[in-house]
């Protein structure tokens, strides 16, 4: 007998199950898509929508403690299109002993890293070290700016301290993510603005470091990595051919449909009311050539991950 709660979840997940056969057209985006920085939602059926909506074929979901059952009756309902990443709070004693658990049931990276830590401190170290051991990916969160009052930091130092880290820990696969990562594609950027706008100035850390460094990756995802592909078109023709296999789409949207509904981040009003994940696709799309858009939205997160396409 299922219990009124299991009951619930199945009538959810059925609703959606007709719209699967949705991935199998031709794909409006005219590549199939892979969203790598996608928030395990609550409602399992919320999952789903998102994914449809956007046009999105697989994605990987963002879990943090413990997820396995949620992440399980995902891939369940709807095979072959979700893999999973898994955090635990760094600070944490046991942290490492639960990833190393979960990369057992088959997480396949760290992330979000997102701590109120420094970027080339102890609690982050050695969650660089077993990211290493265990042969995963380690997606980072970093931010320098407070979005409302009091948010605090996140991996804080990156600009300054992080081409250390990447040194340090050469065998190390990191992903790169949020504010400081894409503010830091312009080499003028020293904290002031949450999204800065406007002409890059060439030779920014992160454009120099995913050239310098074969152990960095960027994830694209959220309203960071859309301003910075948005705001200087001529850089970022350059900056998409230079790191094509570099480059992973994500998302990290929270509207409810793929299109945008109930978006509002106060930090960008701009995108008030539209789908980040559509936003950037289609911005993508016009910035760079088919094959070059296809690695960065499809083929390179499947390599990285070593998934089968
Ligand atoms: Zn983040
Ligand atoms: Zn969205």
């Known amino acids: 007998m299922l219990n009124r709660r299991e009951f619930l979840e199945t009538f959810a997940l059925a609703a959606v199950v007709p719209t699967l056969a949705r991935q199998d057209r031709t794909n409006e ?14 409602q399992p059926a919320g999952n789903l929508a998102h994914l449809d909506g956007a ?61 109120h830590v420094a970027a080339d401190g102890p609690e982050l170290r050695r969650m660089y070290a077993l990211a290493a051991d265990l042969h995963v990916p380690i997606l980072i969160h970093f931010q320098e700016v407070d979005h409302f009052p009091n948010e605090g ?27 400081a990562f894409w503010a830091n594609v312009s080499a003028d950027y020293h904290n002031e603005a949450v999204y800065p706008t406007g002409p890059v100035k060439r030779g920014g850390v992160t454009d120099r470091w995913l050239g310098d460094y074969p152990n960095l990756f960027g994830d694209m995802s959220a309203v960071s990595g859309n301003t910075a592909m948005a705001r200087d078109p001529g850089f970022t023709a350059d900056f998409l051919k230079r790191h094509q296999d570099k480059l992973l789409f994500g998302s990290d949207c929270s509207c409810s449909d793929g299109r945008g509904a109930g978006y509002n981040n106060p930090a960008a009003p701009q995108m008030a009311g539209k789908c980040v994940a559509r936003e950037t696709l289609s911005l993508l799309k016009r910035s760079t050539s088919p094959v070059i858009f296809q690695k960065i939205v499809w083929g390179n997160a499947h390599r990285l991950l070593r998934i089968p396409t």
């Not at 199939?32 to 920085?37: A, I, N, Q, R, Y």
């Not at 709070?89 to 190393?100: H, I, V, Y």
């Open 55 to 115: 046009g999105v074929t697989k994605a990987n979901l963002l879990t943090r403690g413990r997820a396995l059952d949620q992440v399980k009756a995902l891939q369940a309902a709807a095979p072959g299109r979700f893999t999973w990443f898994n955090s635990d709070d760094a600070t944490r004693p046991d942290a490492e002993q639960a990833l190393a658990q979960a990369v057992k049931e088959g997480a396949q990276g760290f992330g979000e890293m997102k701590f």
């Open 29 to 42: 985006w005219g590549s199939p898509v892979f969203d790598l920085h996608f928030h395990l939602r609550q």
């Open 153 to 179: 930091t996140w991996s804080t130092g990156f600009a300054k301290t992080f081409e250390s880290v990447l040194k340090a820990y050469p065998r190390t696969t990191f992903i790169g993510h949020a504010d």
